[in-house]
């Protein structure tokens, strides 16, 4: 608007209620050119239009406010794009790689991704983790080498819930310990809460480990639950399962750590 159209403007009722030109020309002090030539530019624009009466009426035109949509009173929070089982694997490995293994003190490691073996058969129903670290590690005051194969079973945010621990079980058995890994975004922390509740009571029962995070790949927001309890499996078990699981190059490393 120009200066002079917000001036006539500004002087016509704000509830859309009329008044009459003459009235409006009286409060300006205009001449009737004047009036006239910003009068109607504002009706051309759409600010303005007319009404019967004495006079001539003029209102504002008040455009209706968009209704609401039900269950919108307020603003949502923002809910986090979902991230896929398979997009968590690599970001899993790395911390698995660097900071866990670290954290944790391991010597000599090997982090393998198990679950992108295709139709491989690796031993029936939940036979296949996620993801396997084996370790070899030495203390200095008990004799000899000790060897830990530790599997991960990974769970994205909507596909949380106690078959995880009992999918961690399952490999357990040719393990020394098995964890669930579990997506769990800050946005749907609350919201998981009971799930999580249940998961970890389950876990403790058997012996299950249990992380979560919040952040894919960045160690500062991992969480150690529920520590997993260490077992012997059956040697022969635990050798199927290698030879199911790791590749031929992996395999042979882990040879020469017993050299």
Same mark, same amino acid.
């Given at each position: 608007m120009t200066e002079e159209e917000q001036q006539l403007y500004d002087r016509v009722p704000l509830d859309g209620s009329t008044i009459t030109n003459p009235e409006l020309q009286r409060q300006l002090g205009w001449d009737r050119d004047r009036y006239w030539n910003v009068r109607n530019a504002l009706i051309d624009r759409g600010s303005l239009s007319v009404a019967r009466g004495r006079g001539g009426l003029v209102f504002r035109v008040i455009l209706p406010e968009a209704p609401a949509q039900a269950g919108a009173l307020e603003p949502q929070p923002e809910v986090p794009p979902q991230i896929r089982e398979d997009d968590l694997y690599q970001p899993i490995s790395a911390v698995l790689n660097q900071e866990w293994a670290r954290e944790k003190r391991l010597e000599r490691w090997i982090v393998h991704t198990t679950a992108r073996q &295709?139709?491989?058969? +690796? &031993?029936?129903?939940? %036979?296949? *983790?996620?993801?396997?670290?084996? +370790?070899? %590690?030495?203390? *200095? !005051?008990? *004799? &000899?080498?000790?060897?830990?194969? @530790? +599997?991960?079973?990974?769970? *994205? %945010?909507?596909? @949380?819930?106690?078959?995880?621990? !009992?999918e961690a079980l399952a490999h357990r058995r040719a393990a020394t310990k098995a964890y669930v890994v579990l997506h769990v975004p800050d946005a749907n922390a609350e919201r998981l809460n009971d799930t999580l509740t249940e998961v970890y009571s389950e876990a403790k029962r058997h012996g299950v480990g249990v992380i979560i995070f919040n952040q894919p790949g960045e160690f500062a927001g991992w969480e150690e639950m529920v520590e997993p309890i260490r077992q012997e499996p059956d040697p022969r078990r635990l050798n199927d399962f290698l030879t199911n699981q790791f590749e031929s190059t992996q395999l042979e490393t882990i040879l020469r750590w017993f050299r």
């Open positions: &295709g139709r491989r058969d +690796t &031993g029936g129903r939940w %036979s296949r *983790p996620d993801l396997v670290l084996a +370790t070899q %590690s030495t203390y *200095p !005051y008990v *004799p &000899g080498r000790h060897f830990d194969v @530790i +599997t991960f079973e990974v769970k *994205p %945010s909507d596909s @949380i819930d106690v078959t995880a621990v !009992y």
